[in-house]
């Protein structure tokens, strides 16, 4: 024959009510401030001093072929191992724009701004991603797109 000798613990109704009220007062404050984008940072440049519109495809070969979105021309081919921040970022691009049922097709706009910030924005859904928060390293791997000459492969 076995015993339970487990005690029940009874905690007093007060503490859980305070700690009930504690975590519904932070729910409702977090959607109150995502609703109404309370606390939220929006950065509104002036001016694009250069920009450009791309088109991202993928290879058979499991590589990313960059294209000038006018001319069609490959400007940059990324290697699986190689630029996998220009992979993250544009993946979930793409994946936004998809959920979002835009086209695969359409460009997207990297962008330098007059106060030297560069973006990489997707028209069709509106989003924007602000390159400069990422490091140098980073932001250099999509400003080289900008500067880089169009070439037949």
Known sequence: ??????KKIELPPAPLMVAFTLCFA????????????I???????VGVQQSRDLLFDDANTG?????DAQSGVLIDEIVPGKDGFVRMVMRGLARDRLMAGGS???PFTLARWEDGHLTISDPSTGR????????????NAFAKLLVQRSSQR
């Not at 932070?26 to 109150?32: F, G, R, S």
């Open 104 to 106: 695969k097709s359409a």
């Open 128 to 139: 924007r991603v602000e390159l400069v928060g990422f490091g140098t390293t980073n932001e």
């Open 63 to 67: 590589a990313v072929q960059i294209r």
């Open 26 to 37: 932070a729910l409702i404050t977090a959607a109150v401030a995502s609703r109404f984008d």
């Open 39 to 45: 606390g939220t940072t929006h950065v509104e440049h």
């Open 1 to 6: 024959m076995t015993h339970n000798t487990a």
